[in-house]
């Protein structure tokens, strides 16, 4: 299995390429979003497989999630959630207050 990369070194290789923002923008969601389960499937003390089966899911998909290698539906995050005992929770904030 490959080495886990911080999300600046992610960062450095999108911004790199033509298109970049809305890229970079993409990719930042995927990888805050996969980070957030991960850290939260972690405190709770489950691995990826045990997860996957209160979410109703496969263990490469959970896998593939939280390295950030997939945009889910809201659906998906609504089962991760509430695998995760947590509420999903979904705004719009202003460009300018965003970061």
Do not use: C, H, N
């Not at 979003?33 to 691995?47: D, K, Y």
């Amino acid at each position: 299995m490959g080495e886990r990369r911080t999300w600046a070194a992610k960062r450095a290789d999108i911004m790199g390429r033509p298109g970049a923002g809305a890229a970079y923008e993409a990719a930042r969601i995927r990888f805050e979003l996969g980070e957030a389960v991960r850290l939260r499937r972690e405190q709770l003390g489950l691995t990826q497989t045990e997860l996957a089966e209160r979410a109703g899911l496969k263990q490469p998909a959970v896998a593939r999630f939280e390295a950030g290698g997939t945009m889910p539906t809201i659906p998906m995050l609504e089962r991760l959630a509430d695998a995760l005992e947590m509420r999903l929770s979904v705004q719009f904030q202003p460009l300018r207050e965003a970061s």
